[in-house]
């Protein structure tokens, strides 16, 4: 299961982090995030997955350039190494992180 964090926590748990991290920016009223969420939970059991709300976390997602809903971040070693925007099948979402 996806956990949702806050821009407090990114850095220990996102930056900090040696394994690769998929980080979720939604909004609870995005239609396509929604969607999206059973999708990050499945791959939750392989990789680590956490959730950004831009509603809430705005300076966060500002300083990740987010400009549309869903964008899910690979992150690796504290470095964005993939990103994908929209609605994406589970295997779209795991090839980012090869």
């Known amino acids: ?11 220990e748990l996102v930056l900090n982090s040696h394994e690769p991290v998929l980080v ?4 609870a009223w995005c ?4 969607m999206l969420s059973p999708i990050m939970d499945e791959i939750s059991s392989t990789v ?6 831009t509603d809430t976390e705005q300076e966060l997602s500002k300083h990740y350039g987010i400009m549309s809903i869903p964008c899910i971040i690979a992150f690796r070693d504290g470095k964005e ?6 609605l994406k099948s589970k295997s779209e979402i795991i090839e980012m992180l090869k």
């Open 81 to 86: 190494i993939g990103r994908l925007i929209g």
């Open 24 to 27: 979720d920016f939604y909004a």
């Open 48 to 53: 680590t997955v956490y959730k950004v709300n």
């Open 1 to 11: 299961m996806s956990k949702e964090i806050t821009n407090v926590e990114f850095q």
């Open 31 to 34: 239609g396509p995030c929604r």
